[in-house]
T-cell receptor, first 118, second 115 residues
Framework: GAVVSQHPSWVICKSGTSVKIECRSL??????MFWYRQFPKQSLMLMAT?????????EQGVEKDKFLINHASLTLSTLTVTSAHPEDSSFYIC??????????????FGQGTRLTVV | AQSVTQLGSHVSVSEGALVLLRCNYS??????LFWYVQYPNQGLQLLLK??????LVKGINGFEAEFKKSETSFHPTKPSAHMSDAAEYFC?????????????FGQGTRLTINP
């Protein structure tokens, strides 16, 4: 299957600082990218969907100004957690698709980033 | 809106025994259904998917599942469990057609294999 690379795999930052997480599709053009948050022993919660060149669509309850998503190219999307606080500590996972999931196109997942805010 | 329910947050089987995971969906029209496997501190890997081409689908790692519209179910099975099957498994659903971009995930099932 196609490869989605997420970087970094883990990061520790101080409260009040910002952290950027990158998600790259290595061997295909990702027209759509998704960002999820996963709490320990829980399911994935979709945070936002981004289409290349367009503003991200955020899920209800997700703060747009806190979780900045940029999808500037067909192979790269970034999630920036601004002014991070301990409650933002979580496992963040990106996913990328070259077409519509509703058309049966597979979405491929990155390996995740564990963010710890101290 | 589509949703899925995974029955059993934790399944434990002996090595060599049958593995059965359970997922029921709720949707006004038959959706697309997916199962993903997640190993600790890793992303998700597609286990198998139903996209209407065939109701019986084969996936990776020896899993297969049958889409049953009458039961609104998509339950993967594996005849003989292996220690490497221990992981978290997620069922997911999406709608069909343009605009159906989202995957909605179930709560997850943790599979434990006993030696």
């Amino acid at each position: 299957g196609a490869v989605v690379s997420q970087h970094p795999s883990w990061v520790i930052c101080k409260s009040g600082t910002s952290v950027k997480i990158e998600c790259r599709s290595l061997d295909f053009q990702a027209t759509t990218m998704f960002w999820y948050r996963q709490f320990p022993k829980q399911s994935l919660m979709l945070m936002a969907t981004s289409n290349e060149g367009s503003k991200a669509t955020y899920e209800q309850g997700v703060e747009k100004d806190k979780f900045l998503i940029n999808h500037a190219s067909l192979t790269l999307s970034t999630l920036t957690v601004t002014s991070a606080h301990p409650e933002d500590s979580s496992f963040y996972i990106c996913s990328a698709s070259s077409g519509w999931v509703g058309g049966g196109t597979e979405a491929f997942f990155g390996q995740g980033t564990r963010l710890t805010v101290v | 809106a589509q949703s899925v329910t995974q029955l059993g947050s934790h399944v434990s089987v002996s090595e060599g025994a049958l593995v059965l995971l359970r997922c029921n969906y709720s949707s006004s029209v038959p959706p697309y259904l997916f199962w993903y496997v997640q190993y600790p501190n890793q992303g998700l890997q597609l286990l198998l998917k139903y996209t209407s081409a065939a109701t019986l689908v084969k996936g990776i790692n020896g899993f297969e599942a049958e889409f049953k519209k009458s039961e609104t179910s998509f339950h993967p099975t594996k005849p003989s469990a292996h220690m490497s099957d221990a992981a978290e498994y997620f069922c997911a659903v999406s709608g069909r057609g343009q605009g159906a971009q989202k995957l909605v995930f179930g709560q997850g099932t943790r599979l434990t294999i006993n030696p």
